[in-house]
């Protein structure tokens, strides 16, 4: 049995410091567990296997992810050009519009989306209009770094992660089942 609120929230998780994401999929297994509906939009990751990937296959169809990103953008392998990124944001963000417009769903999570706003491929005015559109008592989460002004002034609920220490300091790179 369903268990909502009749009020949506926007959340947004921020910040240099890892566990955006993580703080997005807790949010989704708990809403899982009042009986929800769940999609993840993936913008920036893409490319890679994430074994989160394989944790939504055991939940379905309850939870979904759709990476939709090109990878992570100027950085590590990146092999695609601006305009291949920036058109894979905005096929992203129009597909995160149809499904919250569907009825289908009610948590949308819009991973690393700040990031593709911080980096130019997706303008904010898109987002805010995006914002605009979600019905009142639909949730929506927004991860990545760099969160913009008008998007925590917007949102209802905003968790900065900050960086005090990290394994890559140390010569320690990322770890299957902690990282990916």
Known sequence: MKEKSKRGMIIVYTGDGKGKTTAALGMAFRAIGRGWRVLMVQFMKGTWHYAELDTAKRLAPDFEIVPMGKGFYKIIDDQFTEGEHRAAAHAALEFAREKMQSGAYDLLILDEVNNALATGLLPLAALMEFID????????????????????????????????????????????????
């Open 133 to 180: 559109a979600k019905p009142a008592d639909f949730n929506l989460v927004l991860t990545g770094r760099g969160a913009p002004a008008e998007l925590i002034a917007r949102a209802d609920l905003v968790t900065e992660m900050r960086e005090i220490k990290h394994p890559y300091q140390k010569g320690i790179l990322a770890q299957k089942g902690i990282d990916f």
